[in-house]
């Protein structure tokens, strides 16, 4: 069998590769990723069994070929990051959304499984301190311009299903953090400004809650999903891993052994969602999902840890990365 990851280079679908590459013998990878500032071949490296093709989603030329000699295609390519899409909108609209429909048609055209890899930020911002989580059929609210892009991807997935039958699941996952996750996102921001000397740098006053989970657990349930899950239905992927981004920032401090209050806080981010919560019920009775990292602690310090080994992967990143910070203000 043949798998079709796109945005295989990145931080969650370079996980999903090595997740299927260690546990699944019978499949070979072909993994297309444009290579963009989030890419990184090295996340594949020493991995047999897969083929990395450079290419961007949106070329038809590249997408269509690569889908016709493979059995699934699951989708993670994405400009991800909210900040960024904030600064320019333009590639999370021409990449994310136009991307996700030439994969589509591409699928509906040669009759292949496709699964794409959405998130929580579709719903929305949920109210701190109440008592609601995200459910699968929750109206669509999102804030920023990644993720209406998102938003939108998802609404083209559910139409190519019902108006075309192409074969098609969604998965809505939460926050993750782990190894291979670029330096700007939180949780490696915090732990290699440590590493540098720099204090974290929280934004506003670090009281938005996002629901955390291990990247290992989000690529073991995708895989249960792609290969169970029913065709047309919403998944929602978390770990009940509400935490604010206080509390997130203090743990990391406490870990490298510092004062946990010492913390910078810095200019809030433009429409900044409050909560995220997901309610993984229909994934746990439907498919028997379990996760494994359910102590949030133990999965950091392993991430700090990996952190700290793999320094040549993270660092020709880094001081690009917080000079675009410190240009916004961040
Ligand atoms: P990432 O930015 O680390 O990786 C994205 C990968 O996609 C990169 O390798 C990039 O080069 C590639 N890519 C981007 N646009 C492309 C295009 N047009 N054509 C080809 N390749 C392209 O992101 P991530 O954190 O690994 O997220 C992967 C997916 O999971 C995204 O779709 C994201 O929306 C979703 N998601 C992420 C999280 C999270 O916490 N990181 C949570 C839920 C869902
Ligand atoms: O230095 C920082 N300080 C800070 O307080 C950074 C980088 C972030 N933050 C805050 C903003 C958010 O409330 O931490 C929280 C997490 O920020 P990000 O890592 O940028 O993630 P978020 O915006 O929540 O989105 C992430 O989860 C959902 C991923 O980037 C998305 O791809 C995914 O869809």
């Not at 990247?215 to 929602?236: F, K, M, N, P, S």
């Not at 406490?254 to 019920?281: K, L, M, T």
């Not at 840890?305 to 660092?315: L, N, V």
Request: charged share 25%; aromatic share 10%.
């Amino acid at each position: 069998m043949k798998v079709l990851v796109a945005g295989g280079a990145g931080f969650i679908g370079a996980n999903f590769v090595r997740y299927l590459i260690r546990s699944r013998p019978d499949i070979d990878v072909v993994v297309l990723d444009k290579l963009g500032y989030a890419g990184n071949p090295e996340s594949l490296a020493g991995l047999d069994r897969v083929q990395l093709v450079v290419g961007r989603i949106e070329d038809r030329d590249v997408v269509f070929p690569l889908v016709e000699q493979c059995d699934i295609v699951v989708n993670f390519a994405a400009e991800s990051h909210n900040d960024r899409s904030l600064n320019d909108p333009a590639p999370f609209i021409y990449g994310n959304i136009v991307g996700c429909y030439v994969l589509l048609e591409a699928a509906r055209t040669y009759g292949i499984r496709f699964h794409h890899v959405s998130t929580d930020e579709v719903y929305g911002s949920l109210t701190i301190g109440e008592n609601r989580r995200f459910q699968p059929d929750d109206a669509y609210r999102p804030s920023s311009p990644y993720s209406a892009s998102k938003a939108a991807c998802d609404h083209l997935v559910r139409a190519w299903v019902r108006s075309f039958g192409v074969a098609a699941t969604i998965s809505v996952c939460s926050n993750n953090y782990g190894p291979y996750q670029h330096v700007e996102k939180f949780i490696p921001r915090t732990v290699t400004n440590l590493i540098d000397g720099i204090r974290p740098r929280v934004y506003g006053s670090g009281a938005q809650v996002r629901d955390w989970i291990h990247v290992q657990d989000h690529v073991q349930a995708l895989c249960e999903i792609v290969e169970r899950g029913r065709i047309g239905q919403t998944y929602l992927i978390g770990v009940d891993g509400e935490l604010s981004n206080l509390q997130v920032a203090r743990m990391i401090l406490e870990e490298f052994g510092h004062d946990p209050d010492d913390i910078d806080y810095v200019a809030d981010r433009p429409g900044h969602d409050q909560r995220y919560a997901i309610d993984n019920s229909l994934l746990v009775s439907e498919l028997g999902w379990t996760p494994l990292y359910t102590d949030f602690r133990a999965g950091l310090r392993e991430t700090i840890a990996w952190y700290r080994d793999h320094e040549d992967w993270w660092r020709p990143q880094k001081e690009a990365t917080e000079a675009a910070y410190y240009r916004h203000g961040h």
